[in-house]
């Protein structure tokens, strides 16, 4: 029976070109380290036997596929949206956000809406878009709405963290 250190070296090469393609059809940014790694998880099982040679090539995608997946995997796990810091924040002149500049402030804003959303009822969420949206010479609210303006505000600061 054959095992990963008895085939010959050429079958390597080979193998590893035809790994290459292989990870380079998949769309994967890197298919030369995956075929590496592919190829060293191969060589070191030395307990791996084959009946034929030809049996080494199948083996190799066997464990391709896995190392695909974990690729994927990783991929999915470290995928982000890339910031365009040259926007400028829709938001102007808003204070006590330290820390924030330019365009985080709007990242921010988007990001406590997403969690206002989901997790404040549904008069909480009203409070506070009227509070967002009043105007000075709008009339002044009752007490019973400065207070749960107050409580939804702080329930909201609560969730994000925010001081």
């Known amino acids: 029976m054959l ?9 390597w090469v080979h193998a590893h ?16 380290d995956m075929a590496q790694e592919t190829l ?10 084959f009946e034929k040679e030809d049996d080494f090539l199948r083996v190799c995608y066997g464990f391709a596929k896995n190392v695909l997946h974990e690729g994927y995997r990783t ?8 910031l ?5 924040s829709p938001i102007q002149g808003i204070r006590g956000i ?9 990242v921010f ?5 997403r969690r206002a959303t989901a997790e404040l009822q549904l008069e909480e969420r009203a409070a506070i878009q009227a509070a967002i949206h009043r ?29």
């Open 17 to 32: 070109k035809v790994l290459v393609h292989f990870f380079t059809r998949k769309g994967m940014l890197n298919p030369e």
């Open 109 to 113: 804003l988007e990001e406590v809406c």
């Open 98 to 106: 330290q820390g924030l500049e330019g365009s985080e402030v709007s």
């Open 40 to 49: 060293m998880i191969l060589w070191s099982r030395e307990d791996y036997e």
């Open 135 to 163: 105007d000075s010479q709008d009339p002044a609210v009752d007490t019973k709405q400065r207070v749960r303006l107050y409580r939804a505000r702080k329930r909201l600061a609560k969730l994000t963290g925010w001081r």
């Open 75 to 82: 991929s999915l796990k470290h995928a982000a949206e890339e």
């Open 84 to 88: 365009d810091l040259s926007a400028e």
């Open 3 to 11: 095992n990963c250190r008895s085939i010959p070296p050429e079958k």
